[in-house]
């Protein structure tokens, strides 16, 4: 944990680069990690000077993250970098037990769609599966 702080203190400070954004990837795997470090680590993947291209891809594997302030820190970032591809991925979020985690996968949907569809899984899929449609067909 002792590492994890010194990488998030650098990272608030304005400190980063790739290399330390593969770093905060690979130890948002390690489910032993501390859950406020875990948290933080996932808020600072976001911040544009570490955040890589396998930045989303750690996030969305984060949702599945049994603790939900990890999973709410995943969503936030998520929507920070705009990661339209896990819309799906926070629709079924919205079904989840925890209501801090289904008012952040609200939140983020709306924010990366710029619409609502309510709380609604079901609602967000369809409009979701229509935007990809319509996308494919222009």
Known sequence: ARA???????TS?????A??????????????EDLEVTSQLAR???GPQVRT?????ALVELLDHPAPRV????????????VRSAGPKLADKLRDEDPVVRISAH???RDLFERDEGSDPDAWHRALAEERLGASGS
Request: aromatic share 2%; proline share 2%; charged share 20%.
């Open 4 to 10: 994890a702080y010194c990488v998030l203190r650098a």
């Open 13 to 17: 400070a304005g400190a980063g680069d």
């Open 19 to 32: 290399e330390i954004g593969d770093r905060i990837a690979a130890r948002l795997g390690d489910r032993q």
């Open 44 to 46: 600072a993947l976001a």
């Open 53 to 57: 291209a396998a930045s989303p891809k």
């Open 71 to 82: 999973v709410a820190a995943a969503i936030s970032s998520l929507a920070e970098m705009r």
């Open 107 to 109: 939140a983020a949907l």
